[in-house]
């Protein structure tokens, strides 16, 4: 009985082990859990309220780069005035602000010390998209090989950048870096850009930084010009419990956000910063229906009584268009037809279900 029990004990174990290869690796792809593939590049991204311990972040070797938080709209008002509490909360606000700035930039050189690729994102809010941008270009100082992102949360203009402003701050980047951001963007902003690519031309061929946090995306895409993400944030604070977590990184709480690339850790290192269009993809079209003649200038013809009689009784769906065919015959072929309209009678089962054949000319 024992060694039984062991027996039972020892295949449940291996179907287990089956199991959880299959859900990890095997089973993943492009659009369903691919941080379950090992051979795939991770990318962390942060901001300054982030406990993060870069030492350890690199002894995961998938993690591949750090897209950290740069610039959040515009900056703060550069002269305290107003009363003693209002000149009080401007100078704290501009204590934050620089400390924010050189956490950056210290957490920037340290990264990438230790192999690790850079980025930097601005969080875009209502306002001004030139002078954000410029506040963008001041603050993070994006070097040659540092990834560049635009991060629009909403569609809510009152609240952040509207899309036509993001296509400024966009050509406004590239004509000062000569590269491109890419696009950080959830599933609503993403499905309206796609939308708008016609009136939005920059905006829906960046590289897309997907926000999904669901096991499976399948059905996302294509959408517009995107055939794919370039990168999928799938595990954030939200979905990232003590208990239960996408992916845990070591060096990092659980709230940090977790993206994938469909990329290895080399070719991501190979492609980056990016900064270049996704190529325009033709717009989606349908079939269009034939366009239907105009109508032959006829004279009046009027066919055989006996003939329509007949029509009425056998093609009663049909008689107009019967009709129709006789007058044409008349009139382009000099003969009258006066042979029963029974042989134009359609198939039984035709009269029921195809009243209006597909592409009728007539």
Known sequence: MGCRRMSILAKFSALAVVFVANVSGASASEFFRPWGSPELALILDGYEHNVIDFHEIVEDKRVTAFIHKGSDGMPPKYRCRGTDNERAL????????????????????????????????????????????????????????????????GLNSEKWMSLDDAEKFATYIRARTGRYPILYANEVVSRRIAERRTTLPILSRLPLWYARYKPTIRGAFPKGNWESYAFWQFAYQGNCSARRCPYRVPGTNRDIDVNVANLSPDALRSSWPLGHLVEEQLPLTFPLPIAR???????????????????????SPHRHRIAGYLQYAHARLGITLTASAQQYQLPVNARETNASPVNDLY
Do not use: V
């Open 293 to 315: 003649p105009e109508p032959p200038n006829l004279p009046d013809f009027a066919p055989p009584a006996s003939m329509i009689a007949d029509a009425e009784t056998t093609l």
């Open 90 to 153: 401007c100078r704290q606000t501009w204590q934050r602000y620089a400390i924010s700035k050189e956490l950056y930039r210290t957490r920037r050189t340290l990264a990438k010390k230790l192999g690790l690729k850079w980025g930097a994102y601005h969080l875009a809010r209502a306002g001004n998209p030139l002078a954000q941008a410029r506040h963008f270009l001041d603050f993070a100082d994006p070097q040659d090989d540092e990834l560049i992102a635009l991060d629009i949360e």
